[in-house]
C-alpha cells in the first residue's frame, strides 16, 4: 500500500514540475471532448461483515490487480466534466481459511474476481490541470475463482456462488498536464453483497462487498490545441 501512495506522489510531482518548467505545459488547454486511455493498479479487498459463527473470525487483507480501459471526457459548463468510462477490473481479497462444511468452499483463501466496469464520473476541473471526480460505477462479473494454500482452484462463477452484478460509488482527485498525460487516484466503495447466499451450500451467512484504492495514469487524446 505505501508504495501504491509513493508511486501515486512521484507521478504527480513529476508532472506538475514538467508543467512548471516548461512554457508550452502551461498554456491554457483546449476545451473540448477528449477520448482517453487510462491504466493502473488496484489495491483491493473485501469487507466481510456479519459472516456468522463459521466464518466470524475472517480476516481480509488486500491483494495488488490492475485496471485498464478507455473513456470520453466531456466538458459541459465551466469546470464542470461528465466522463463515462469502461474498464476492466481485477479485484477480489486474500483471506484467512473459509470454514465451510462445502469441500469446494473449504479452506479458500484468496478471492479473484474480474468485472467490465461502467463507472460515470462527476469532476471539477481547475485551469491548472487538478480535478476532483465523484460518481456511481456499475460492474458485470466476467470470471470469479478461488485458491486455497494447499492447492486447487475453484470456478466461483460457474457455481452461482458470486453475483454477477456490483454497484458501487467511487471518488477520488487526479492531475492533467497539457500534453495530454495525467494521473489518477480513485476509491471504489461497494454497496452490493456479492457473495450469492441463495446458491452458496456454505452454513455461514456470508457478505461480501467490495473496496478498491485505484492508481494510475490517464491519456486524453487531442488535449494540445
Excluded: C
Aim: proline residues 5%.
Amino acid at each position: 500500500m505505501k508504495k501504491i501512495h509513493f508511486l501515486a506522489m512521484a507521478l504527480a510531482v513529476g508532472i506538475s514540475a514538467s508543467a512548471q518548467n516548461d512554457p508550452q505545459l502551461r498554456t491554457p488547454m483546449e476545451v473540448k471532448p477528449r477520448f482517453g486511455i487510462k491504466a493502473g493498479i488496484n489495491s483491493a479487498r473485501l469487507e466481510i461483515k456479519d459472516a456468522g459463527s463459521a466464518n466470524s473470525g475472517m480476516n481480509n487483507n488486500a491483494k495488488t490487480s490492475l485496471h485498464a480501459g478507455f473513456f470520453y471526457n466531456i466538458p459541459v459548463a465551466g469546470a464542470f466534466r461528465i466522463q463515462p468510462e469502461i474498464l476492466y477490473n481485477i479485484q477480489g481479497s486474500k483471506t484467512s481459511p473459509m470454514a465451510s462444511a462445502d469441500p469446494n468452499l473449504a479452506g479458500l483463501n484468496e478471492f479473484d474476481f474480474h468485472y467490465v466496469s461502467v463507472p460515470l464520473m462527476l469532476q471539477l476541473a481547475s485551469p491548472s490541470g487538478f480535478m476532483i471526480e465523484a460518481g456511481p460505477q456499475f460492474s458485470y462479473l466476467s470470471s470469479a475463482n478461488a485458491d486455497r494454500n494447499a492447492g486447487g482452484e475453484v470456478n466461483l462463477k460457474d457455481r452461482d456462488y458470486v453475483k454477477k452484478t456490483d454497484f458501487s460509488l467511487a471518488g477520488g482527485v487526479g492531475y492533467l498536464s497539457r500534453i495530454g498525460l495525467g494521473v489518477n487516484a480513485r476509491y471504489v466503495y461497494g454497496f452490493t453483497n456479492v457473495w450469492n447466499n441463495e446458491d452458496s451450500p456454505s452454513s455461514a451467512n456470508m457478505d461480501f462487498r467490495n473496496r478498491v484504492l485505484q492508481v494510475g495514469l490517464t491519456y486524453h487524446f487531442g488535449a494540445a490545441k
